[in-house]
């Protein structure tokens, strides 16, 4: 392909453009285009997990679940249980620990609390 360009009230420049350096020109182009794509991928990832941390972090457990999670534990006077009920309302996130926790894992953290 031949181009002329004008670069000024007189003069004119004849260029010739080769496919190849078309071809670079649309790689670029191309590529560049894949780039944001992702890059817009990441941000939008990224910011579902920001959302998410923060529906975690400013979540509050609910007490009345949690009420029945904790008077659930067998072999627990309910004197002990009340407290731990207490405890867990102050402190949201080791409620939500707590909560997550299969009944093992439930007993050991009891057992532990106890001894404190």
């Known amino acids: 392909m031949i181009m002329t360009l004008k670069e000024g009230p007189s003069t004119e420049k004849v260029v010739q453009v080769t496919k190849a350096s078309q071809f670079k020109a649309s790689r670029k182009r191309k590529r560049s285009f894949e780039m944001?794509?992702?890059?817009?991928?990441?941000s939008i990832k990224f910011g579902e997990v920001t959302m998410a941390i923060g529906r975690m972090v400013n979540s509050r457990p609910d007490v009345t679940k949690l009420y029945e999670e904790v008077m659930a534990m067998k072999r627990y006077e309910e004197e002990f249980l009340g407290d731990v009920l207490d405890y867990f309302v102050q402190s949201n996130i080791l409620a939500k620990a707590f909560?997550?926790?299969?009944?093992n894992l439930r007993k050991v953290w009891l057992k532990r609390f106890k001894q404190q």
């Open 36 to 42: 944001q794509d992702v890059i817009g991928y990441i």
């Open 99 to 103: 909560m997550a926790k299969n009944q």
